[in-house]
């Protein structure tokens, strides 16, 4: 699987869009862009993923570039309970491909 | 619904004892994966399955066991416990569709004295 580039911390005033790079310039075609975040210590939560077009579920929206190199996790309007672990994963969905690795994240806060 | 379900949330391991970390899910998920966190790091994959009866290693192998007779369960045995060897241990699982997303329980909190 492709790996990520993410910076390792950003903070973000509560009411504001919040946007989360990730570098995944060796992506191939067949690897989908995911994001799951992290809260305290808890187990991660899957929030959202994508190919190649930008996707938009009850939780953020991602935006991929056309040439799929980068992407960006967008929560519209953070509140503090967005606070966490951030992590971009690029992963293959071929068969043999069943591996799930996370890089460190980038530790995202909600600033009041 | 229970999702993925592990035991026990909290141990503490003298050196060199052994202890089986469970994982349950009631998901019929064919995957199944076990990760190590230390302070303030990602997460590290240990072992994984594709279904019952298939295992294989992950990123951080050296100190543990696993095993998969059953589609729901998938324990992580530690033998000789090493200091180490403290972290949160996570468990997760998801289907074998193709963009399926992984579920992960709570945690297990090992400390190892």
């Known amino acids: 699987d492709a790996k990520t580039t993410q910076p390792t911390s950003m903070d973000c005033a509560e009411g504001r869009a919040a946007n989360l790079p990730c570098n995944h310039s060796t992506i191939s075609g067949n690897e989908y862009v995911y994001w799951y975040r992290q809260i305290h210590s808890q187990g991660p939560q899957y929030i959202i993923h994508?190919?190649?077009n930008n996707e938009t579920n009850e939780m953020a929206s991602l935006i991929i570039t056309e040439d799929r190199k980068s992407s960006t996790l967008i929560l519209p309007h953070a509140t503090l309970r967005d606070t966490a672990v951030y992590y971009c994963i690029v992963r293959s969905v071929n068969f043999g491909n069943e591996k799930l690795t996370f890089g460190t994240g980038t530790r995202l806060t909600i600033i009041p | 619904n229970a999702g993925v379900t592990q035991t026990p949330k909290f141990r503490i391991l003298k050196i060199g004892q052994s202890m089986t970390l469970q994982c349950t899910q009631d998901m019929n998920h064919n995957y199944m994966y076990w990760y190590r966190q230390d302070p303030g790091m990602g997460l590290k994959l240990i072992y994984y399955?594709?279904?019952?009866?298939?295992?294989d290693k992950g990123e951080v192998p050296n100190g543990y066991n696993v095993s998969r007779s059953t589609t729901e369960d998938f324990p992580l045995r530690l033998e000789l416990a090493a200091p180490s060897q403290t972290s949160v241990y996570f468990c997760?699982?998801?289907?074998?569709?193709?963009?399926?997303?992984?579920?992960f329980g709570q945690g297990t909190r090992l400390t190892v004295v």
């Open positions: 994508g190919l190649k």
């Open positions: 997760a699982s998801r289907t074998a569709g193709e963009e399926a997303e992984a579920f």
């Open positions: 399955s594709v279904g019952a009866g298939i295992t």
